[in-house]
């Protein structure tokens, strides 16, 4: 028995770690190939460059139409912390009032909200953009940045209502009973509680925000207000052809740092909001 366990166990671990390097094996050949001359990227299958050069992150750095892949990553930095900041404010106050207060018609308008889950984002693409574009929205931040701040997102709303639906009521009720008010509770009491689901939230806000090509592609139409998920577009031509593979590759893996250090940062934190969430119904 102990011997068929053992290889049980050793066979698992074989195939997670076969699978782990499978599913690694892309971004490792992308900073690898990062550093390997234009016409050696493909003509060349090592995983290692024969020779090393800096030339792909020096030509992707200087970026497009004269703006330079730091006003990029700028741009980025900024449209996500607005993101991050709109998402924890109006989930948490949405979440919050799901959670804990009594109005007419709080479980109507609590299973309307899930149903927007099942919800394809298509389906209200060409609506939303007829009305940015009547509000004179597109080419700017807006239509990407405004809706943050309107708890849109029912994916953090749910999942704040789960946590804060497991938080003990007796320490808001003893709040309560020393005279704290219902915006007392929220900001001295429910949300310090609720810090690991807040983490989660805004870990997932700024990744999503990060990747987000489409939106990006859909409202952004001048290189000044490029984020770099929309900036690693214009490495394509209009064939779709890529002339410089060098660059695009580089710049690639400049855009996966911020995501790997702001989750290996607050991956305490993430785990907790996940696992808690989970397990509070």
């Not at 080419?139 to 749910?158: E, H, R």
């Not at 005279?179 to 310090?192: A, D, F, Q, T």
């Not at 001048?222 to 890529?242: E, I, M």
């Amino acid at each position: 028995m102990k011997t068929g366990s053992l290889l049980r166990h050793g066979l698992t671990h074989i195939f997670i770690i076969s699978l782990g390097i499978l599913m690694i094996y892309p971004i490792v050949w992308m900073i690898m190939s990062s550093f390997k001359p234009n016409n050696q990227i493909f003509s060349n299958p090592s995983l290692f460059p024969v020779a090393l050069t800096l030339e792909n992150y020096i030509s992707g750095w200087r970026g497009y139409a004269g703006t330079t892949f730091g006003t990029f990553f700028a741009n980025s930095l900024m449209m996500c912390a607005v993101a991050v900041v709109g998402n924890v404010i109006s989930c948490s106050m949405a979440a919050y009032a799901f959670a804990r207060l009594k109005f007419s018609g709080r479980g109507f308008w609590f299973a309307i909200m899930l149903i927007t889950l099942m919800l394809p984002a298509h389906v209200t693409l060409v609506p939303r953009y007829i009305m940015f574009n009547s509000f004179g929205w597109v080419g700017s931040y807006l239509p990407i940045l405004v809706p943050k701040f309107l708890a849109v997102d029912a994916f953090f709303v749910f999942l704040l209502v789960q946590f804060m639906r497991g938080l003990p009521k007796e320490i808001e009720e003893a709040a309560i009973i020393d005279g704290c008010s219902k915006i007392g509770v929220y900001l001295r009491i429910i949300l310090p509680l609720a810090t690991p689901a807040l983490v989660t939230t805004a870990l997932f806000t700024f990744l999503w925000t990060w990747d987000d090509f489409f939106n990006q592609l859909l409202y952004l139409t001048t290189p000044a207000s490029f984020t770099v998920s929309r900036a690693l577009r214009t490495f394509v031509g209009d064939a779709g052809a890529v002339s410089n593979w060098g660059g695009a590759l580089a710049m690639s893996t400049l855009s996966v740092i911020p995501a790997f250090i702001l989750f290996f940062a607050l991956q305490k934190y993430f785990v907790q909001g996940i696992a808690t969430t989970g397990i509070k119904g």
